[in-house]
């Protein structure tokens, strides 16, 4: 069974996301574990956290966190990194209740740092962070990113930078977005290119460090920097992008959710997941 879904709302309830994500053909999806724009929120409710244990199994569903934005592990601000610190400690222990094997992460800005500061700012909150949850199984995913102004992670070379600083690298994994990278500069169009770009990834990081795959096209040209997603096949990357990476076996387990443009009924989720389910060889 590939694992192909969507980012699901967990308002009403962590456990809402299960039905949400069951009711468009998901059999995977990615959740915020609290609210994404806040710093902190009431913790889980033990009722709310059985509720959803029992409605995954049943289900069966494949199920990932995303972390909340306000995070920056690469900021250089005793204030925000504290509270960067707090949120991500929370967070790690939400999505240890819910039994979930990963949460994604954006790996910060370094605002008014050196490039390689803010790389060893990250690395050294990361191992802040996995060595006072060393009990826990949940690892952290870093994401690629698009490299919008001072955001890091634009390239596989960053990203094996902060995990080679790292003592806890165990717990470290990577979640490749097809938006960022294309925007980044990573070809996913050509034949080439593609072939290229795994190349690379495989050299610095190690496939076996890929954890998930957002699949998000791109409004932005390739090169842009600019993080905009867009419905499959309506962007810079196009149909051919997507057939290539969803036919590749070396993906085949991997969980691969969409990120794009939502709307109230999830119609346009549907039509995503239809649209990829599609490109699937047989």
């Given at each position: 069974m590939r694992?192909?879904?969507?980012?699901?709302?967990?308002?009403g309830?962590v456990?809402?996301?299960?039905?949400r994500?069951?009711?468009?053909?998901?059999?995977?999806i990615q959740?915020f574990?609290k609210?994404?724009n806040?710093?902190?929120s009431k913790?889980?409710?033990q009722?709310?956290i059985?509720?959803?244990?029992?409605?995954?199994q049943?289900?069966?569903?494949?199920?990932?966190?995303h972390?909340g934005?306000?995070?920056?592990?690469a900021?250089s601000d005793?204030v925000?990194?504290q509270?960067s610190?707090?949120?991500m400690?929370?967070?790690?222990a939400?999505?240890a209740?819910?039994?979930l094997?990963?949460?994604?992460?954006?790996?910060?800005?370094?605002?008014?740092?050196?490039?390689?500061?803010?790389?060893?700012?990250v690395?050294?909150?990361?191992?802040h962070?996995?060595?006072?949850?060393?009990k826990?199984?949940?690892?952290?995913a870093?994401?690629?990113t698009?490299?919008?102004?001072?955001n890091l992670?634009?390239?596989?070379a960053?990203?094996?930078r902060?995990?080679?600083?790292?003592?806890?690298?165990?717990?470290?994994?990577?979640?490749?977005d097809?938006?960022?990278?294309?925007?980044?500069?990573?070809d996913l169009k050509?034949p080439a290119?593609y072939?290229?770009c795994?190349?690379?990834?495989?050299?610095?990081i190690g496939?076996?460090k890929?954890?998930?795959?957002h699949?998000?096209?791109?409004?932005?040209?390739?090169g842009?920097?600019?993080?905009r997603?867009?419905?499959i096949?309506?962007?810079?990357?196009?149909?051919a992008?997507?057939?290539?990476l969803?036919?590749?076996?070396?993906?085949?387990s991997?969980?691969?959710?969409?990120?794009?443009p939502?709307?109230p009924?999830q119609?346009?989720?549907?039509?995503?997941l239809?649209?990829?389910?599609s490109?699937?060889?047989t």
């Amino acid at each position: 069974m590939r694992l192909l879904g969507a980012h699901m709302s967990i308002a009403g309830g962590v456990d809402k996301a299960i039905g949400r994500g069951l009711a468009i053909g998901c059999t995977a999806i990615q959740i915020f574990v609290k609210n994404n724009n806040q710093w902190s929120s009431k913790p889980l409710e033990q009722n709310e956290i059985n509720r959803f244990l029992a409605a995954r199994q049943e289900s069966r569903l494949f199920v990932f966190a995303h972390a909340g934005y306000l995070i920056n592990l690469a900021t250089s601000d005793p204030v925000n990194r504290q509270k960067s610190i707090d949120s991500m400690l929370d967070e790690l222990a939400r999505s240890a209740q819910l039994q979930l094997p990963f949460i994604v992460l954006h790996p910060g800005s370094f605002l008014t740092q050196t490039t390689e500061a803010g790389i060893k700012s990250v690395a050294a909150n990361l191992d802040h962070l996995l060595a006072r949850t060393v009990k826990s199984k949940v690892k952290i995913a870093l994401e690629t990113t698009a490299g919008q102004g001072t955001n890091l992670g634009q390239t596989f070379a960053e990203l094996a930078r902060i995990i080679n600083l790292c003592q806890h690298q165990d717990r470290l994994a990577v979640c490749f977005d097809t938006c960022h990278a294309f925007a980044a500069g990573y070809d996913l169009k050509t034949p080439a290119g593609y072939k290229k770009c795994w190349e690379e990834f495989d050299r610095l990081i190690g496939l076996n460090k890929l954890a998930a795959i957002h699949l998000n096209d791109s409004k932005g040209a390739l090169g842009s920097h600019k993080d905009r997603h867009e419905h499959i096949g309506q962007g810079s990357l196009g149909l051919a992008a997507f057939k290539q990476l969803l036919n590749d076996q070396r993906f085949t387990s991997l969980p691969m959710v969409l990120e794009t443009p939502k709307d109230p009924d999830q119609d346009q989720d549907k039509k995503n997941l239809q649209l990829l389910a599609s490109l699937f060889e047989t």
